[in-house]
């Protein structure tokens, strides 16, 4: 019994686990990551497939299909950076939940991306980076905060501040 312990022990080391494989791709074996929301508000759930299709570049393939098995997208996207998180919500309140894409785009500057699924196509509805942050807030009304650096009381130090775009009917407004 302690034999196949260590046994266990030993094969498990050999598994690569941690920080450092987390989110990357094989050279042989892309990273493929499948969801559902209804992005047409039709009351049926579209699959959102996310791969990144290789390992040496931070290049993604957001593919929206009608059903699982699907062999035609309906459309899809490329995003090129490191992706941090995707999330589908519907602050509209009219049943289509649309595509939050959040990367760290050259240079490590932070982006957010919008689409909504329109016509059978992906359409950007609101796009920002930054390289001081930004923070999405979708729960209950859609508020979106890009970081910015501003010269405040004529010093030459630059302090931190904040421009607040909020949803409002049918596009994004700075608030």
Excluded: C, H
């Excluded at 690569?16 to 499948?34: E, F, L, Q, V």
């Excluded at 919008?114 to 196509?121: A, D, E, F, M």
């Amino acid at each position: 019994m302690k034999n196949k312990f260590i046994v266990m022990l030993a094969l498990l080391m050999l598994l690569p686990i941690g920080p450092a494989y987390a989110g990357k791709a094989k050279a042989n074996k892309p990273i493929i990551s499948r969801y559902s929301a209804d992005l047409n508000g039709d009351g049926s759930k579209q699959i959102i497939e996310v791969e990144n299709k290789t390992a040496d570049e931070p290049l993604w393939l957001v593919t929206v299909k009608q059903k699982k098995n699907s062999k035609e997208p309906i459309d899809s996207i490329t995003i090129i950076g490191k992706m941090a998180k995707i999330e589908f919500k519907d602050f509209n309140f009219d049943r289509q939940q649309r595509i939050i894409v959040y990367f760290d785009g050259k240079d490590n500057i932070s982006n957010i991306v919008i689409y909504q699924l329109k016509n059978n196509r992906l359409a950007k509805i609101f796009s920002a980076a930054s390289t001081y942050g930004i923070e999405g807030n979708f729960n209950s009304f859609a508020r979106v905060r890009i970081g910015k650096a501003v010269q405040r009381d004529k010093t030459p130090n630059l302090a931190p501040d904040w421009d607040t775009w909020v949803w409002a009917e049918d596009k994004f407004i700075k608030e």
